[in-house]
């Protein structure tokens, strides 16, 4: 059986974690496990929240114990499959890059000592996987970022990041669904709505996703506008 | 039926108890900071503990209303007057119509009105998400003039009219005693069940994490409270990957100060987590002021269980006792 780690997280949640497996196991592992934990609807839990290679599970200690929930999930893990993602089509995102929607595309660009066009270039060429939704509702954080186009965190975060903003932080890009203080490079905005309460499914994306991005000129983004 | 805000204060938004469920979408469960008040409140005008309700941070609050209506007042540290006549917290009142309620004083008091506040329900929930823009009153803190419609009160909140109305009082003669509210405190020692980076802290600093006092600082709010006190240091740099938080988790960023995160904190964190404070201690912690200190002790998670099960007790055996006030007609149940 894998070795795991399992920890109280205050009273009432505890986080999972496995030492010695990373990269696309662990991910695999997580994703397979959260999936399978929502399934078997255990009673008591109520939330989960999968890391980058963790996953937490939230339970009201009326219903459920930290000690049962130990039992069950080192029954579920001895019996899990664990799944390589499915290669399903991209999310195809647009994004505006540059100008006052990317106001931090030139100093990328200086970083990298490239052009802002080499940078969109760059960053439109690639395929990402969500890794992970968190932080904001709906925000993904995506695999698959070039190695050139890592950069460090802005020294001083921003206080107000508006919605739709495609950000890079260090070997990351995500993008900020709403407007909220962030540290990321922003280097492009998109018209789609990342998350909408009174949506179906009101995150646009989901840990496992693939997502590319578009780019699209100012009018191409009021037209296309979606937030509010 | 509705109130109207002739006085907003400082942040104060629609409450309930959150919205759980929706953490794997990167939706905080939010809701009251102090759900023991929150419940309480509720609970005293007949509502279920989940009604929507009032939470007024800091700051004077007043408001109107358009009907009669019972109200219900907790937190800490309460003032409040109708119509200029000082009335108590933790014991029911009624107000007629045009009455005005002005809080002068009170951290995070809960104003619970019998029928709760109808608001619209957004993901399954009425409280209002800020960061989010959702929830609550048009997801957004209240503004003077805000009208507020209030809902209709259960069976049990109508009876309890009723038994005002024919006594011709205006305050309840039931409450909640001091046994079952929070042991509220300027200077708290809230209990905390060890986190998994705790150990990363240097002797010096674990020590000094459990014996000094850290103070509240003002750029504290929904999200989290940010300490002052002795900077604490870990034994080695840390690179945290993102993981879940939770309400009253503390965090230590790399400045060495540490935060707790509260009600509407995010879903996943990436700093060292040095612990989480237990559910039990949540309200001490939630009506501290800026300026206001806080001490750290451990708990063993089978104790912090127990005395979360005496609480859900307590609150239960007092629901039950209110029922049973009211279940009978007439008037010999008093």
């Keep these: 059986m894998l070795t795991r780690t399992l920890v109280p997280l205050g ?40 890391g980058i290679r963790t996953l937490t599970l939230h339970y009201e200690p009326l219903l459920t114990s930290y000690r049962r929930l130990i039992d069950q999930i080192d029954d579920t893990l001895s019996t899990l499959i664990v799944t390589p993602l499915v290669a399903v089509e991209p ?71 508006p919605a739709g903003s495609v950000g890079i932080g260090g070997g990351s890009t995500g993008i900020y669904p709403f407007t909220s203080p962030g540290g990321w490079h922003v280097i492009g905005r998109t018209p789609r709505a990342l998350f909408a309460p009174t949506r179906e499914q009101p995150a646009l994306l989901q840990p496992g996703d693939r997502v590319q991005f578009i780019p699209i000129d100012p009018a191409q983004f009021r037209q296309q506008l979606e937030l509010p | 039926m509705s109130f109207i805000i002739r006085q907003a204060g400082i942040q104060t938004t629609v409450q309930d108890l959150g919205r759980p469920g929706w953490q794997h979408a990167g939706v905080p469960e939010g809701g009251a900071m102090d759900r023991v008040a929150h419940r309480i409140a509720n609970l005293l005008v007949g509502n279920p503990d989940g009604a929507a309700a009032l939470e007024c941070p800091l700051g004077s609050v007043a408001l109107q209303f358009t009907a009669p209506a019972l109200v219900a007042l907790a937190g800490r540290d309460i003032a409040a007057s109708l119509d200029g006549v000082t009335i108590p917290a933790w014991q029911p009142f009624r107000a007629e ?57 259960t069976p049990l909140g109508k009876q309890m009219v009723s038994r005002l109305v024919e006594a011709g009082r205006m305050i309840a003669d ?47 709010d929904r999200m989290g409270f940010r300490l002052q006190g002795p900077t604490l240091a870990l034994t080695r740099s840390m690179e945290m990957l993102s993981a879940g938080v939770t309400v009253g988790t503390i965090q230590l960023p790399p400045g060495g100060a540490p935060i707790v995160l509260m009600a509407d904190r995010q879903t996943t964190g990436g700093y060292p987590r040095l612990g989480d404070v237990i559910a039990y201690d949540l309200p001490l912690l939630a009506q501290l002021r800026p300026g206001d200190d806080v001490r750290f002790d451990t708990i063993a998670l089978d104790d912090a269980h127990t005395l979360y099960r005496h609480r859900e007790h307590d609150l239960s055996r007092a629901r039950h006792a209110l029922h049973l006030r009211f279940a009978s007609s007439g008037h010999d149940a008093r």
């Excluded at chain 2, 046994?179 to 708290?188: F, G, K, T, V």
Aim: proline content about 7%; hydrophobic content about 40%; overall charge neutral.
């Design chain 1, 11 to 50: 009273d009432r949640a505890l986080t999972i974690d496995f030492p010695g497996i990373d990269g696309t196991a662990v991910r695999d592992l997580i994703r397979c496990l959260d999936d399978r934990v929502r399934a078997d609807a255990h009673r008591g839990i109520t939330g989960q929240v999968a």
């Design chain 2, 97 to 153: 119509t045009g009455a005005l309620l002005a809080l002068h004083t009170g951290c995070r008091t809960s104003v619970a009105i019998a029928g709760g506040i109808d608001v619209p329900v957004v993901l399954g929930a009425r409280g209002t998400s800020m960061r989010a823009g959702f929830g609550g009153f048009h997801g957004r803190a209240l503004r003077r003039d805000d009208i507020l419609p209030i809902g209709e009160p």
């Design chain 1, 91 to 161: 999310v195809r995102i647009p994004v505006c890059y540059g100008g006052e929607f990317g106001p931090d595309l030139d100093d990328v660009a200086a970083a990298h000592e490239t052009s802002p066009d080499a940078i969109v270039a760059m960053h439109a060429a690639g395929t990402y996987t969500v890794a992970m939704i968190g932080f904001l509702p709906g925000f993904p954080y995506l695999d698959g970022l070039a190695a050139e186009l890592h950069t460090p965190r802005r020294a001083s975060p921003r206080t107000a990041v």
């Design chain 2, 174 to 220: 039931w409450g909640a005693g001091p046994a079952l509210r929070p042991s509220y405190a300027i200077q708290p020692t809230v209990r905390i069940i060890e986190g998994p980076e705790l150990r990363w802290l240097t002797d010096a600093s674990r020590e000094r994490f459990f014996g000094a006092s850290f103070r509240v600082a003002p750029e504290s």
